[in-house]
Every structure is written in C-alpha cells, then in structure tokens.
Nanobody, 127 residues
C-alpha cells in the first residue's frame, strides 16, 4: 500500500507561483511513476503532468508546458510540482496518483489506471 498526501495549495494571484508536494508513505516510491491530475470546478479531471519511476521521462499537458515543472526526490519519498505563471484557468483541485510499478518508462494519462490517490489540494488563482 502507498499513501499519498498533497500539500502546498492555496490562493495566489495570476502570474504567481506555488509548489505542490506529494509525499508518499507506506512504500518507497523510487520505482513508481507519479502523476498529477487536476479537476477544475464543473469540469472533468485531466492529467497535468507525470514523471516516470526513473525521472527520465516527463509528460506535460500542452496548457502547462513551460510553466509547470515536475520533479522527484526519492530520498524524501516526495514528488514536487512547481507551478509558475499561474492563470485563473489553473484553478482546480490537484491530486497526485500512482500505481504498482511496471518497470517501464511509461506514464499513462488515464486516471482509471491509478490505484493510489492523495486527498488533493486546492489551487485557486485570482485574476
């Protein structure tokens, strides 16, 4: 079992920055791909970014490329999401997720494939 806990959300003005953390416990996540999803109010959940187990591959949704950066610190069993140049359309509940390791450098954007989820953290960007 892997438990995930997100933190770092909050209220920020447009153009500002936040850093989200996804702290894992229960198991070391050095072999796990980690993905961040978000769900804006009244909209469907979308995959924002993922990082492979090795950190060698990252996939970003087009709307956040150049603004968001995912990283992992396996010594701290934590994955980070640095969000810069935030815009009101980034307002959403952000959740991290993972699933049992496949050993492959693959990152699936399908939420249904992920077994372990955090409780989420709210990001609100004011204009």
């Amino acid at each position: 079992q892997v438990q995930l806990v997100e933190s770092g959300g909050g209220l920020v003005q447009a153009g500002g920055s936040l850093r989200l953390s996804c702290a894992a416990s229960g198991r070391t996540i050095c072999n796990y791909a980690i993905v961040w999803f978000r769900q804006p109010p009244g909209k469907e959940r979308e995959c924002v970014v993922g990082i492979s187990w090795s950190g060698g591959r990252t996939d970003y949704v087009d709307s956040v490329k150049g603004r968001f950066t995912i990283s992992r610190d396996d010594a701290k069993n934590t994955v980070y999401l640095q969000m810069n140049s935030l815009q009101p359309e980034d307002t959403a509940g952000y959740s991290c997720a993972t699933k049992r390791p496949s050993g492959l450098e693959l990152i699936s954007p399908r939420g249904s494939e992920y077994e372990y989820w955090g409780q989420g953290t709210q990001v609100t960007v004011s204009s």
